[in-house]
Every structure is written in structure tokens, then in C-alpha cells.
């Protein structure tokens, strides 16, 4: 339907199409209302009309006077450019209820283009002064989805016909090529949002790599020197490349760029064309231009290079300095201490950090690194380096003073890397940087330039977090998205040599009318301040120096402009009650940022919550909150929690009706009361006779208490089936067995045990998993006499029926293998040996790998150590199964013995406090303060346990009884497995059938005449 | 079974002291399978229903553990943990599902089912 206006163009004989024409006058009654656009139907002189297309073709003018027009008039409220008389073409179908606008506007020509879109599908548009896209678009409403047609909005005239005929033959657009330069961080971050935005359906991507390596963890680098290889700090996911289909080069340099061509050249002379451009290359270190600075020892701290070439400097160095007491240098130095060298820091300013911290902080920071061993040089100018007496080099200060040393690490800020750039001709900031908008756009629409190499708003980011969001807007930019990055919060919150430093927003008070609080404790090494508003409302800044507690809360209060509370000095205080500073939930606006790592806000938390959401794990979930480090999950608790309550919603974290108790607290009260059965327990803590959920969870947990035998009377009844008969039920009711294989290692004798075992009673035979072998179809009265010939053979229990310790997988190692660097065999021996019978809240699998190749895939599992030349990688709380979690590294290069102690802290903790069926994978991620906790508990021993947890552990060791055994000493017990109380007839509905040479469960249709032809050949 | 094991329509299945407190055990009657429990505490608590499971279609119900929800005495089938009323038979979960229940009773130290 086309409804004509007269002076605005004619478009009927372009429209033969419309079913109906009609001409408006000003005396003719127009009604379009919001329910007519949702439905496709307008009021025309008195008559309803419905439509398919609405074509309208109306002056500014009219558009603005008619009343009629009123809804029109707020759905084109963007659109507000051009001259009153300019006419507009309208393209309207129905179902536009609430649209989403993205609009072009270009006031030189006085054009303008609006594309509404419902949902993901284009429905309506608005054009002024380029009815050349009229055509391309009337065929396009209401059937194009956005992706489609979001970018043709900026396109000229002449591709308009070439995107109408590849759109109208259903075709994708061919793909553009893609070029970034530099695989750093940013770089790499932005492969990945791009990817994950399904931008390689639109993009051919090459990626041309500086270096020898792809991305690294350059905040973390100096790790490398405390025993993380390259490959533990390298940020590419195993097989992105591969899979994504993103062609990488590394070692390839890039000479320049030329934008008119299109094209950028290598060092080597090899040329890459693009159609879009994203320059990634970061920064590099500054130099101070001291005489004498390039000595053969002296070194930057920026690449995985760099470090190689100080790690030889180090091999024959005693002394070793820093110039630059930032936050890059104080990483340095940590780098230079840990590879032994007695270790200088020179520093211009007169204090460390000058930029996030004060002089108070400064001096606290001095000070903790000063015990540390590294010695400290403020307000110190190096005025030449000269030839030393006692070491390799002297450098002289200004003021007469000198420092002798071996090597110099110069770490005295950056500078971005914009030769290309500048080269190239885009625009560059006076001081460096190529000049970016909003969408990360270069001088050049087609080149894009993020993370330190990019200048914004007249200032480079020099934090990974801005660059990441850099990198994410540029990402939806190129993938049509609306996305701008509007500068960053630099905040910091960071570990320097293990000190905690953070620094939020005006954290030198330099607002106008700043009122600063701070707080010293120089027994702790403590230092607090925080800056307010004159008014005293608002949080404008604040440093913590020596402990990072409040800096969440401080942060949401800055960001967010919370109102503080009356008495503001009651957040840098300490809480003599033991409190922590604690901000309500509701106080959150919806905007603040709960998870960073996953930039979950409190809006989108609420959000889950309204989507249906009824518990911290559903919003985890749905939301990925909490599921990175793991810093905000008490965060993300308290507001699921408050939101929950105030939607009348209880939250009880009984563990069932007969407790009024959480695990943690019921195993608690075990140890503390000495409760030795589930009738003490439910006489003095609960109530009624108790259930499935609670008797196998306290059976557990008295197991792991004190470890009887579990078919001991008062607790048998309490056994999940599994462990009451101390095999796996399967869905016929038989039974399987799965005797120990320790590490995997077998003997020939063992095996044809086994063999003749299956054999005799006609078990299925499958390999399992855990390098053991299950053997299935034994009826419950069987397994008595099965267990008696496995142990008869050496054989014990292998707990797969169990909620404990099921296996320790393990490659051959240095033994057999020609890569093994350890014996991972023994090792796993050693584990499995430890560990078997802990009964846990859920079941635990280890593995251990003799070398970085990782053969048994520890990465996968709740215990995963990996061999390295120096010792063991610990690796943590993996998890295959339904939803995979992989292991966090959590110590490096350890000895046999902190290995085993480090495993035994882990577990009883893991133990005493997660929930009932709760992994180590889900239980990491819900525990408050998440790996940095764990380490703390279990290798700084915070909480004073580390001793207990052992001796706990050790007692379940010392008691470890095979319990297949214990049961066959007493003929008493064999009662326990009888089939029925009054008869010893089989169970006939256990049937089976034979299939490739053994039996399988006979389905409901085999039973009428099962075969059974496997042969007893006992 | 002897005739001492027998009368007006009670059996004996078996001792008194074959039960197993807090448990379950399997009995026969003739081609038909039952599920007896003994409450951990003694007591009053002695129950008797089919030990075949309708849902899981196993005979698994004597291996469930026992308890009990809203003060109803509960069995749990060990296979998919639904909860059968001890006293009616009727699954909680799926009220169409349900298991037989015997009259069960302790004479002479010995067990009798109803049947």
C-alpha cells in the first residue's frame, strides 16, 4: 500500500507492485497509532486498511503538523535532520511494537537513513534525500535479518545495487578480509569477541604476528621466572586458530601499511590485502636517554624475548637493577628476584607508583618490598652509566651518589607503537598514539587501531582492562553492533611482589574541595585512604597498600556514586567486630558491575532472577557470573539473596527437612560434638527419622570423621545403595565390580584374574575411563564369592561404588617414555595409595603426567599434578563430566613431600566445607575469594589449619581398611548379600542376552525367549 | 514352607533377627517378590510392599533407603530416587505409580506377611 503525498516524489510507476495507491491530502483523515504500526493496519478517512508494506512518501513538514501522525512522529524521534521541505520515504511492515533504531545521518548532503529493527529482523525504515535505497529496502523489509542489512546503512549509492542483487539472491555477502596487526592481549582479545560475536561468517581474518609467539600473559610475565613455561602464560585456547579458521603469522613484521592500496607489506616483502584494517600493535618500552644505556646488559621488560635474554644476563650477574618504580617495574624486579639477583629499584620520582598511589601509600609499599630484600632508590636521577669497579656497570646519580651492578632492567613507562600508522599518514597524537573515535576508528574508516597503540580522548590506556574494552567495541563495530568505548575506569587492583596495591579513581584527592580519610598501621603493613566529595556524599578515589579487603565495595561506591554512609572512615577502618566493609546490595545501582571478568551487572543478575532464576547456581548458570576468578561470588550471593528475600521469595539452606543445617555446618558439628552416628546427630540436632538426601550425606561425612566400616550397623542403613552393597547398581538391578588399579599399573597375573573372574561368572568385560576394568551382570548374592577369588589374586577395592576416590590416572613417565621428566607412575602409586577410601562429598579423580605433554590429562581433574625438570605442577579442581571446568594451575616446581601436604590441605578442605554432591570443581567456584583463597588457606596457611587438615588426612590413611575384605573376615556378613530372606532362587527378571561375544540386560521385547548362549566354562 | 509356617492367610518369612534395623531386606511369596523394613529405632516401624519398581522396572525396592518426608515413612528407589509412602504404597512423585503394601506383622520372633 503506498500512500502519496503530493510534492514528494512519485513513486507509483517504480511501485507497480502496491496493491493500492492513495493519494493524501491535508483534508484527508491519517490515524497511524502504535497499534496499528504493531499490527499492520492505519485509519484512512474513516476506514481501516490493512498492510503488508506501507510505503509512505511525506514531507518533513507534514510529518511534524499531522496529528495523525503522532506515532509516526516518536518511532522517527532520531531522525530529526535535513531541510523541513526535504521529503522522506517511508518503508513500513507490520509487527513494529517496540523497535530498535540505527540511524545514518550525513548533514553535509542533508540525507539521513533510519533502519527500525524488531528483534533481529529489519521491519521498517525511514530515508531522506536517498530514495536510491528505496528500492533495495522495500524488498527487504520484513523478511532481511539485521545482520544483514545493519551494515548497508553507511554504504553510497552505487553499492546499493550490488547489496540489493546479493541480498535478493539469499546469498551471504562475500567475506572481507580482515588484517590485524600485533597478537598481543588486546590483539588477541579482540580475535576472541570477534569470533564469539560470529564475526567468521563475515571476515576472511589473518593476523600477522610481531613475535615468535602467540598471545602471552604479559601482566603475569615475571612469573616466568618463578617456573611458569611460556606455554602456561599463553592466552591462545588450544586449537583457536585451528578452529576458528583465523590464519596466523608469527614472526611476521610488518614494514608498513599502505591505506590507499589497501595492502600491508612485510619486512620480508610478502603483501597482505584488506578490506578492514585493526591495528593491535601496542607499546614499547621507553628508555631514559642515559649515556651508556645500551650496554650488553642492559635490558627492556616487555616480551617472553626479553626475558630469555636477562635469564642468560642473570646466569652471570650477582647484582641486578630496576629503573622505574611503577607498577611494570616493580614487576620487573620482581623478575630479577626471583631468578636470585640481589635487587635494586631506581626510581625518578620521590616515591613507588607515583601515579596510582600517594606519598602515605608510596612509603607503605617501600617499606613492605624493602623486607622483601629489594632495596629502594627514590628521587633518584641516573645521570650516566659508566664502566664498573665491583660489577659490570656503575651508574652515577645525580648528587654524586653511585650504585655498581651487573645487569639494568629499564622499565621507565611506555610509548605506543604508531610507526605504521604515522608512516601511513593516518592521524597521530602530538605526543604518540594513533588518534581513535568512539568505535575505534583511525583517520582511515577502514583501519581501526585499540590497547596502547591507540590514543582516545587525548590519553593512551595503559591498563589491559580498558584495552579489552577497546578491543570488544572494536569487535561489534566491525560486526555492525552498536559499541563505543567512552574512556575507562583505571582503577587497579594488583599483587606486586606479592604486596596488594590498589588505586581507585581521584586517588590523589585532586578534585576540587576533596576531603581525604587515611589510615596507617605500620604493624601490618596497612594503608588506607580514601578521597570524598566535599559534600561528603560521594566516594571520588581511594589506595589500599598491604591488603586488597574493601577494594570491591570502595570500587562500587566510586563508581557508581553511592551515597556513603554517614560516618565514612568506618570503610578504611578496621572492623574490631570483625565485619567487613559492607555495602547493601540494594544500595547497588543496576548498572554496577558485579562480575568483571565476565561483565555480569547486578541489572543482568536481577534480570536471571525475573527470567525465572531461583538460587545463586541457576543465575550462576544463566549468567557466567562468579565462574572466572571467583572474586565476586559473595558479592553475587548477597544480591541473589537480598533480591530473593524481597521478592518473599525464603532462602533456606537446610540440606533437607530433618536439618536445619547447611553440610558445611553439619560436619562441623560432628567434629566438634564427636558424633559418631546419624541417631546422635538427628537426636541432638534434628529432628524426625531423616531421608535419602541427609543419611548418605552424613554418612559421609562420619566417614570422613572416622572412617569405620561403612556396613558397620548403625550406619548401614544410611549407605546410598552403592556403597551398601560396595558395588554399582546398573539399570537391571545387577551389580558391576571394579577392582584398584593403582596408576593404571597392572600385572599379566592380575589380568587374567580378572579374566578368569569375568569368565567364570559371565561378567561384561569394558575398559573404564580411570585405567581399570568394570566387570558387569553380577547378581547381589554373587558378589560375595566374586570378591573373594579378586582378592584372593591381590586384588582390593576399587571405590567405584563410592563417593571417594576413585582413580589416579597416570602416564609411564620418565621410566619408559623418551619425554618423561619425572616418574609419574610412582607418583600416581604414591596418590592413589594415600587417597583411597576418603569418602568425600562427591567423587574424586586424579590424574599425574610425566611431562608438559600431558598424556593422563590431569588438566581435567580434581587433582591434577604435572611433572616438570624441577619437580611438580599442582593443578586443582578440573572437572570432565556435564559441564567440563579446567584444573587451575595452583603451585609450581614442588618436592615429593609439599606435593603430598599441598594435596592432603586441598581435600580435607575440600572436604569439611562443600556441599552434599557438590565437585571440587563447583565448589572452587563458589567459595568466597575463590584460587586466591584456596592458596591462602592451604599454602599460606591464613587460617591456622594447614597442621590439623594433614594430621585429619593422615588419620583417614592410617584407617584405610579394603573394605571388600574387612566384609568377607566375618561369615556373619554374608548375609548382608542375600538375595532374598527366605529362599535362594535367583531374581528371574535379571535376564540377559548375548551381543558381540558376552551378555547385555535383555530389553523388555528379548524377554519372552531370552538366549543366554555365553558358556559357563568354570 | 511348612505348615507351622503358615495360617489364616499370614506367613512366616522369616526370623525376627534376619531384619536389619534402618534397612531393607527381600523376601518370596511364591513368584512374587516384597520389600521388608525395619525402622532404625525398632519401634512400631515394620513395613512390607512389592520390591519390584515400577518405574526403574527392577526388583531393587528392598535396597532403598528408608526416612521419611512430612512425617509420611518413605522408601527411596535406588535406581531413580523416587519416593514411595511405606504406609500406602503411592509415589509422591507420580501419584498414578504405586507399590503393593502387605499387612506385616512380628509373632514368635518371626516376621509375618499377610498375603
Redo the contacts between chains.
Keep these: 500500500m503506498l500512500l502519496q503525498w503530493p510534492g514528494a516524489p512519485a513513486l507509483r510507476a517504480r511501485f507497480a507492485t502496491a496493491d493500492a495507491c492513495y493519494p493524501v491530502s491535508s483534508d484527508c483523515d491519517l490515524q497511524l497509532s502504535a497499534d496499528g504500526l504493531a499490527n499492520g493496519a492505519i485509519q484512512f478517512n474513516g476506514q481501516q486498511l490493512g498492510y503488508q508494506r506501507l510505503l509512505l512518501a511525506l514531507s518533513a513538514n507534514e510529518l511534524a503538523n499531522c496529528d495523525g501522525l503522532a506515532a509516526l512522529r516518536v518511532l522517527l524521534s532520531p531522525f530529526a535532520v535535513g531541510e523541513a521541505e526535504q521529503p522522506i520515504l517511508l518503508v513500513l511492515s507490520p509487527g513494529l511494537a517496540a523497535p530498535t533504531a540505527v540511524y545514518w545521518a550525513d548533514q553535509g548532503n542533508n540525507a539521513a537513513r533510519l533502519l527500525l529493527f524488531e528483534g533481529e529482523v529489519l521491519r521498517g525504515l525511514a530515508l531522506q534525500n536517498c530514495d536510491d535505497a528505496v528500492d533495495f529496502f522495500y524488498s527487504a523489509v520484513g523478511t532481511v535479518a539485521a545482520p544483514d542489512t545493519r551494515h548497508l546503512l553507511a554504504l553510497g549509492p552505487e553499492p546499493w545495487a550490488a547489496a540489493h542483487r546479493l541480498t535478493s539472491r539469499g546469498k551471504p555477502m562475500n567475506k572481507q578480509k580482515l588484517l590485524v596487526i600485533g597478537n598481543g592481549m588486546v590483539g588477541h582479545h579482540f580475535l576472541e569477541s570477534l569470533v564469539d560475536g560470529g564475526g567468521m561468517q563475515r571476515y576472511d581474518v589473518t593476523v600477522l604476528c610481531g613475535e615468535p609467539e602467540p598471545a602471552y600473559d604479559r601482566v603475569h610475565l615475571s612469573e616466568f621466572f618463578s617456573g611458569r613455561t611460556a606455554e602456561d602464560l599463553s592466552l591462545v585456547t588450544p586449537g583457536f586458530f585451528e578452529e576458528s579458521g583465523i590464519t596466523l603469522r608469527t614472526g611476521a613484521r610488518v614494514a608498513s601499511v599502505d591505506p590507499a592500496a589497501c595492502i600491508a607489506e612485510l619486512e620480508s616483502g610478502e603483501s597482505f590485502e584488506y578490506d578492514r584494517l585493526v591495528l593491535a600493535t601496542g607499546s614499547y618500552p621507553f628508555v631514559p636517554p642515559i649515556p651508556g644505556n645500551d650496554g650488553e646488559h642492559c635490558f627492556v621488560y616487555r616480551t617472553l624475548t626479553d626475558l630469555e635474554a636477562m635469564r642468560a644476563s642473570a646466569a652471570s650477574s650477582k647484582v641486578g637493577v630496576v629503573v622505574g618504580g611503577g607498577l611494570l617495574g616493580l614487576e620487573a624486579a620482581n623478575a630479577l628476584q626471583n631468578l636470585g639477583l640481589d635487587t635494586h629499584v631506581v626510581e625518578f620520582a620521590p616515591r613507588l607508583m607515583p601515579v596510582q598511589l600517594d606519598d602515605g601509600g608510596g612509603a607503605m609499599l617501600r617499606r613492605k618490598i624493602s623486607e622483601l630484600g629489594i632495596t629502594v632508590h627514590c628521587a633518584t636521577a641516573t645521570e650516566q652509566i659508566v664502566p664498573g669497579e665491583s660489577a659490570r656497570y656503575r651508574m652515577e646519580f645525580a648528587g654524586g651518589e653511585y650504585l655498581e651492578t651487573d645487569m639494568i632492567c629499564f622499565s621507565a613507562g611506555i610509548r605506543p607503537w604508531d610507526q605504521l600508522a604515522r608512516e601511513a599518514g593516518l592521524d597521530i597524537g602530538e605526543r604518540g598514539g594513533i588518534t581513535v573515535n568512539n568505535a575505534c576508528q583511525t583517520s582511515d574508516p577502514n583501519i581501526y587501531a585499540i590497547g596502547e597503540c591507540a590514543l582516545w580522548g587525548g590519553r593512551i590506556f595503559g591498563l589491559v582492562a580498558p584495552g579489552y574494552q577497546m578491543a570488544r567495541t572494536a569487535a561489534s563495530v566491525l560486526l555492525d553492533e552498536e559499541a563505543a568505548f567512552t574512556g575507562a575506569d583505571m582503577s587497579t587492583k594488583l599483587k606486586l611482589l606479592g604486596v596488594d596495591v590498589c588505586s581507585i579513581g581521584d586517588a590523589h584527592g585532586a578534585s576540587a574541595g576533596a576531603k581525604t580519610y587515611s589510615y596507617t598501621d605500620e604493624v601490618a603493613g596497612v594503608y588506607r585512604r580514601i578521597n570524598i566529595s566535599e559534600d561528603g556524599k560521594t566516594l571520588l578515589g581511594a589506595i589500599l597498600v598491604g591488603d586488597a579487603q574493601g577494594y570491591d565495595q570502595l570500587l562500587q561506591y566510586c563508581l557508581n556514586g553511592i551515597e556513603l554512609p554517614a560516618e565514612p572512615d568506618t570503610l578504611i577502618l578496621p572492623a574490631r567486630d570483625g565485619a567487613a566493609i559492607s555495602l547493601a546490595p540494594g544500595q547497588l545501582p543496576a548498572a554496577a558491575t558485579v562480575c568483571s571478568c565476565h561483565n555480569v551487572t547486578k541489572g543482568d543478575i536481577v534480570g536471571a532472577l525475573d527470567g525465572g532464576c531461583v538460587s545463586v547456581g541457576e543465575v550462576r548458570d544463566c549468567t557466567a557470573a562468579s565462574t572466572g576468578c571467583g572474586g565476586c561470588a559473595q558479592m553475587l550471593k548477597d544480591i541473589v539473596n537480598a533480591e530473593l528475600a524481597e521478592r518473599g521469595v525464603e532462602i533456606s539452606t537446610a540440606i533437607c527437612?530433618?536439618f536445619p543445617h547447611t553440610r558445611q555446618e553439619l560436619f562441623h558439628l560432628v567434629r566438634v560434638g564427636q558424633i559418631q552416628t546419624?541417631?546422635e546427630l538427628l537426636k541432638k540436632h534434628g529432628r524426625?527419622?531423616?531421608?535419602?538426601i541427609?543419611?548418605?550425606a552424613v554418612a559421609s561425612i562420619l566417614a570422613a570423621n572416622w572412617n569405620d566400616y561403612v556396613l558397620e550397623?548403625p550406619h548401614?542403613?544410611?549407605?546410598?545403595?552403592n556403597d551398601?552393597?560396595l558395588a554399582n547398581?546398573q539399570?537391571?538391578?545387577s551389580y558391576s565390580v571394579v577392582p584398584r588399579v593403582p596408576g593404571g599399573e597392572i600385572t599379566p597375573d592380575q589380568l587374567i584374574a580378572i579374566g578368569e573372574v569375568g569368565k567364570k561368572y559371565q561378567l561384561y568385560t569394558k575398559i573404564t575411563g580411570g585405567q581399570r576394568i568394570d566387570l558387569f551382570g553380577a547378581r547381589l548374592e554373587q558378589l560375595p564369592a566374586i570378591w573373594g577369588e579378586l582378592i584372593d589374586a591381590g586384588l582390593e577395592t576399587g571405590h567405584a561404588y563410592g563417593k571417594a576416590v576413585r582413580t589416579v590416572k597416570s602416564c609411564v613417565g620418565s621410566t619408559w617414555c623418551r619425554y618423561g621428566v619425572q616418574d609419574s607412575v610412582s607418583m600416581a602409586l604414591r596418590i592413589e595409595h594415600r587417597y583411597k577410601g576418603l569418602r568425600a562429598p562427591h567423587k574424586l579423580k586424579f590424574a599425574v603426567s610425566g611431562c608438559t605433554r600431558e598424556c593422563a590429562e590431569a588438566q581435567s581433574k580434581d587433582i591434577g599434578v604435572i611433572a616438570t625438570e624441577n619437580g611438580w605442577n599442582l593443578y586443582v579442581c578440573g572437572n570432565g563430566g556435564m559441564k567440563p571446568r579446567h584444573a587451575d594451575l595452583f603451585a609450581v616446581d614442588l618436592d615429593d613431600e609439599t606435593l603430598i601436604a599441598y594435596i592432603d590441605r586441598v581435600l580435607m578442605f575440600y572436604v569439611a566445607t562443600a556441599d552434599r554432591l557438590q565437585r571440587t570443581a563447583r565448589w572452587l567456584e563458589n567459595l568466597e575469594g575463590g584460587l586466591d583463597y584456596l592458596k591462602q588457606v592451604v599454602i599460606e596457611d591464613s587460617l591456622g589449619l594447614a597442621a590439623e587438615l594433614e594430621q585429619r588426612m593422615g588419620a583417614v590413611v592410617d584407617t584405610y581398611q579394603c573394605e571388600w575384605a574387612t566384609t568377607l573376615e566375618d561369615p556373619e556378613r554374608l548375609?548382608?548379600f542375600?538375595?532374598?530372606?527366605?529362599?535362594e532362587?535367583e531374581?528371574e527378571?535379571?535376564m540377559f542376552v548375548e551381543e558381540r561375544g558376552q551378555i547385555r540386560p535383555a530389553r523388555?521385547d528379548e524377554r519372552e525367549a531370552p538366549v543366554v548362549v555365553v558358556e559357563d566354562v568354570a | 514352607m511348612t505348615a507351622a509356617n503358615t495360617e489364616a492367610g499370614w506367613v512366616r518369612i522369616c526370623d525376627e533377627s534376619a531384619l536389619l534395623p534402618g534397612a531393607g531386606v527381600a523376601a518370596r511369596l511364591g513368584d512374587t517378590q516384597i520389600a521388608v523394613f525395619r525402622a532404625a529405632d525398632g519401634g512400631d516401624g515394620l513395613w512390607a510392599v512389592g520390591n519390584y519398581d515400577p518405574i526403574g522396572g527392577a526388583n531393587v525396592i528392598s535396597r532403598g533407603i528408608i526416612g521419611d518426608l512430612d512425617d509420611e515413612p518413605v522408601v527411596s528407589s535406588p535406581l531413580y530416587k523416587q519416593h514411595f509412602n511405606l504406609s500406602t504404597g503411592v509415589c509422591l512423585e507420580d501419584a498414578s505409580q504405586s507399590l503393593p503394601v502387605f499387612a506385616v506383622a512380628l509373632r514368635d520372633g518371626g516376621v509375618w506377611v499377610e498375603v
Aim: proline share 3%; glycine share 14%.
Design positions: 527437612e530433618h546419624f541417631a524426625g527419622r531423616g531421608c535419602d541427609c543419611k548418605p550397623q548401614l542403613g544410611l549407605q546410598d545403595t551398601r552393597y547398581m539399570k537391571d538391578g548375609r548382608l542375600q538375595g532374598f530372606v527366605n529362599s532362587a531374581d527378571h535379571i523388555e
